[in-house]
């Protein structure tokens, strides 16, 4: 079984910047692929940013330029750095994992983004 710890999030101003974390345990492959999504009040749950272990990554359009993925392989852990952050940025984040055709989740943790 796997696992995915998330950091916590937070309430940042406009403009702010937040670091979010997830860390895997459990029986992980090394051919994985980790990222984070995200989801809005009343919207559908949307790709934020993924990467693989070889350190390709992949952005969504509306987070481009701002928010930068990153991992440790030697701690299964994934990272999420986002800055110029803006109210419509606001969001539980849910970290994954995908590993050997099946997907794992983190717990989620809330971004809030307002003055």
């Known amino acids: 079984q796997v696992q995915l710890v998330e950091s916590e999030g937070g309430l940042v101003q406009p403009g702010g910047s937040l670091r979010l974390s997830c860390a895997a345990s459990?029986?992980?492959?090394?051919?994985?692929?980790m990222g984070w999504y995200r989801q809005a009040p009343g919207k559908e749950r949307e790709l934020v940013a993924t990467?693989?272990?070889?350190?390709?990554?992949n952005y969504a359009d509306s987070v481009k330029g701002r928010f930068t993925i990153s991992r440790d392989n030697a701690k299964n852990t994934v990272y999420l750095q986002m800055n110029s952050l803006n109210p419509e940025d606001t969001a539980v984040y849910y970290c994954?994992?995908?590993?050997?055709?099946?997907?794992?989740w983190g717990q989620g943790t809330q971004v809030t983004v307002s003055s």
């Open positions: 459990g029986s992980i492959s090394t051919i994985n692929t």
């Open positions: 990467i693989t272990r070889s350190g390709w990554s």
């Open positions: 994954y994992l995908r590993d050997l055709g099946y997907t794992f």
